[in-house]
């Protein structure tokens, strides 16, 4: 049962992740890859905030390994987040690469931890 839920919330996630990215990208047409960051920060948001819930609650439904697992790890991508990055370096973009890296890390991080204080796992 739980290995069903985890594909289909994958597949829901991995479209989300498709069209958010495409939403930001038509917002802002620049080389600098701010819909993989969004995504990436919206989803460590989600994830700190269901983690907190947990931790808030003691509860672990049916539904937490679905969500983080399947529709959170299909939304969020750190494989094409690095890919956008090598590409950076490649194409001398130094500066970019950096910004993109360090910048994904800190906004996911501040994403993750504001959402376990919403979600009540941190006092």
């Not at 990208?25 to 819909?35: D, E, R």
């Amino acid at each position: 049962m739980i290995f069903a839920l985890v594909v289909l919330t994958g597949a829901f996630g991995a479209l989300t992740r498709y069209f958010v990215n495409d939403w930001v990208s038509g917002w802002f047409k620049h080389s600098f890859p701010l819909g993989t960051m969004i995504v990436n920060a919206s989803g460590s948001f989600l994830a700190g905030f269901i983690a907190g819930w947990v931790i808030q609650s003691g509860a672990q439904p049916l539904w937490v390994i679905p969500i983080l697992t399947g529709y959170l790890g299909a939304y969020t991508t750190f494989s094409t987040w690095m890919v956008q990055s090598a590409f950076q370096i490649e194409s001398a973009e130094y500066m970019r690469a950096f910004l993109n890296i360090l910048g994904g890390i800190v906004t996911g991080v501040i994403c993750a931890l504001a959402g376990i204080y919403l979600g009540g796992g941190l006092a």
